[in-house]
């Protein structure tokens, strides 16, 4: 199958987490002739999350029929939408951000606000609840492009200090070789 | 002068272990400066290994020279070249001419120091850190038929994992 096609979709599952449910979805995709592009597929407090892009020939109701047997069965919620298979077209990121504090309600906003404002194309953001349930410790990281260069994000960030958080703003400056 | 094609994953080429190079003669010369050639060709380009332009020679080219503010040596021909030693360890991003449209992230050794031969075969020894260290282990890499895809590290968890940089 040729991934310049039209036909990809994004498929959302989600649900309680156990071994064997890539395995199973993946399965059910390939056996009815699916062909799988970029995925993440992650576990999130104990749930079992992914957002795959799936280039299957029918439409929506179709590829969720091909999968809904087998998320069914294993208790997870699924979701297809029609997207755009825009392959082959990376956006590389130019600054790695390492965020942490202690866990309030907030953080996620107060910071990619400054940050939106001061220019920031968010590529990749990932986040986790650490330490305990009496002092909760909040960690993101993200990577993205600085559109107006990395000292406008410096400066953006420079209001948050005395708030609790802790902002690392870091080039990434990619080799090539 | 010619700009070399250069061999893309999975060229099963990438893969030879390359071999040393045995005779500083003018052919070795000319080779040199078509490398050369073709790693100024390509877009950011700041090394390059023969191996990535078929020839299984352990020969490479590093110059990371354009990139502002970070210690280098400017333009280096490196033959027969081997890493005696490694310190430290840090991840950073990687991408190749052999792999078109992907970054990854990889921990390679802060500081190396290395032996080699110039294109002369006079000998030579170096040390290096940062990108620089980064970009000779990189090119080294081919040499012994491995890319950066050998060597992803996860952004979700290697970030700040502590571990002993060890050669394959």
């Known amino acids: 199958m040729n991934r310049l096609t039209n036909h990809w979709f994004m498929l959302t599952v989600v649900g309680k987490d156990r071994p064997g449910i890539v395995a199973r979805v993946t399965a059910a995709l390939y056996e009815g002739g699916c062909n799988l592009g970029e995925a993440s597929m992650t576990r999130l407090g104990g749930n079992f999350t992914v957002m795959l892009m799936v280039q299957h020939d029918g439409d929506t109701a179709s590829l969720t029929r091909l999968v809904a047997t087998v998320t069914e069965s294993l208790g997870l919620k699924l979701h297809v939408d029609k997207i755009a298979g825009d392959l082959y077209h990376h956006q590389e990121p130019d600054v790695r951000i390492a965020v942490f504090g202690a866990d309030r309600a907030g953080i996620v906003a107060q910071v990619t606000g400054v940050l939106a404002e001061a220019g920031l194309d968010i590529l990749d953001l990932q986040s986790n609840v650490a330490g305990s349930v009496d002092k909760p410790i909040y960690i993101m990281q993200i990577e993205g492009r600085a559109l107006e260069g990395i000292p406008a994000l410096e400066s953006a960030v420079a209001v948050l200090d005395g708030k609790g958080i802790q902002v690392h703003l870091e080039p990434i400056d990619i080799m090539i070789g | ?168």
């Open chain 2, 1 to 168: 002068m010619a700009v070399l094609e250069i061999l893309t994953y999975p060229d099963v080429r990438l893969e030879r272990i390359a071999q040393p190079v045995e005779r500083f003669d003018d052919a070795l010369r000319a080779f040199i400066v078509d490398l050369e050639e073709t790693m100024r060709a390509g877009p950011g380009g700041v090394g390059i290994a023969a191996p990535q332009v078929g020839r299984a020679e352990r020969i490479v080219i590093v110059d990371v020279s354009s990139k502002p503010k970070i210690k280098h040596h400017g333009r280096l021909v490196l033959v027969n070249p081997e890493i005696t030693h490694w310190e430290g360890f840090v991840v950073g991003r990687e991408g190749c001419m052999s792999v078109p449209d992907y970054t990854g992230n990889v921990i390679r050794a802060e500081r190396i120091t290395l032996e080699a031969f110039d294109e002369l075969g006079s000998a030579l020894h170096y040390e290096f850190e940062g990108y620089e260290a980064r970009a000779v282990q990189h090119e080294i890499d081919h040499l012994d038929g491995l890319l950066f895809l050998d060597r992803l590290v996860s952004r979700r968890n290697d970030l700040f994992r502590r571990k002993v940089y060890q050669k394959a």
